[in-house]
T-cell receptor
Framework: GAGVSQSPRYKVAKRGQDVALRCDPI?????LFWYQQALGQGPEFLTY????????KSGLPSDRFFAERPEGSVSTLKIQRTQQEDSAVYLC?????????FGPGTRLTVL | AQSVTQPDIHITVSEGASLELRCNYS??????LFWYVQSPGQGLQLLLK??????LVQGIKGFEAEFKRSQSSFNLRKPSVHWSDAAEYFC?????????FGAGTILRVKS
């Protein structure tokens, strides 16, 4: 497809479980971003990659959050030992320049 | 630090009426400014962007926005609202590295 895709679209986890969220960026886009959008809030920056290099991870809320992009294309956001406060929509975006294109998001619900 | 304020959480307008959504930002340099729209269960769609040049920018779906440096504002306008415009609108400021979003304004359209 031509856009950013994310999987799964919905994920329900029990508290304490590990989850992995996948992002497929637009082909050729060098930059990739992850954002967290809590209910009723705007998206908040988590981390940023340029190719395979993670250049900014200042927004990751704790060391339970880990992101990777090993070949400079697909990215995975991993959350270990999920907590209820991790419930949110996780948005991925890619860019080639200053305009970011967003995927549909993964809605994570932690019970 | 960069920040974005959208003072209106909800706005209701009649179909066919004009619309203005407010956005104020704080940024240390010349900002890149964006308006995104998000429908329920959907990702963010870019409506328009301002990088430089003409301070009145035109976007998709008949939207426009005006950058006013003296007021640190980037308000979104539409002369005649359609029922399909009902959604949540986010203003964002940033650079190529990350975007900072406002909390969003939910637009309701009444017939």
């Amino acid at each position: 497809g031509a856009g950013v895709s994310q999987s799964p679209r919905y994920k329900v986890a029990k508290r304490g479980q590990d989850v992995a969220l996948r992002c497929d960026p637009i082909s050729g886009h060098v930059s990739l971003f992850w954002y967290q959008q809590a209910l009723g809030q705007g998206p908040e920056f988590l981390t940023y990659f340029q190719n395979e290099a993670q250049l900014d991870k200042s927004g990751l809320p704790s060391d339970r959050f880990f992101a990777e992009r090993p070949e400079g294309s697909v990215s995975t956001l991993k959350i270990q030992r999920t907590q209820q406060e991790d419930s949110a929509v996780y948005l991925c975006a890619s860019s080639f320049g200053n305009e970011q294109f967003f995927g549909p998001g993964t809605r994570l619900t932690v019970l | 630090a960069q920040s974005v304020t959208q003072p209106d959480i909800h706005i209701t307008v009649s179909e066919g009426a004009s619309l203005e959504l407010r956005c104020n930002y704080s940024y240390g340099a010349t900002p890149y400014l964006f308006w995104y729209v998000q429908s329920p269960g959907q990702g963010l769609q870019l409506l328009l962007k301002y990088f430089s040049g003409d301070t009145l920018v035109q976007g998709i779906k008949g939207f426009e926005a005006e950058f006013k440096r003296s007021q640190s504002s980037f308000n979104l306008r539409k002369p005649s609202v359609h029922w399909s415009d009902a959604a949540e609108y986010f203003c964002a400021v940033g650079s190529g590295n990350k975007l900072v979003f406002g909390a969003g304004t939910i637009l309701r359209v009444k017939s």
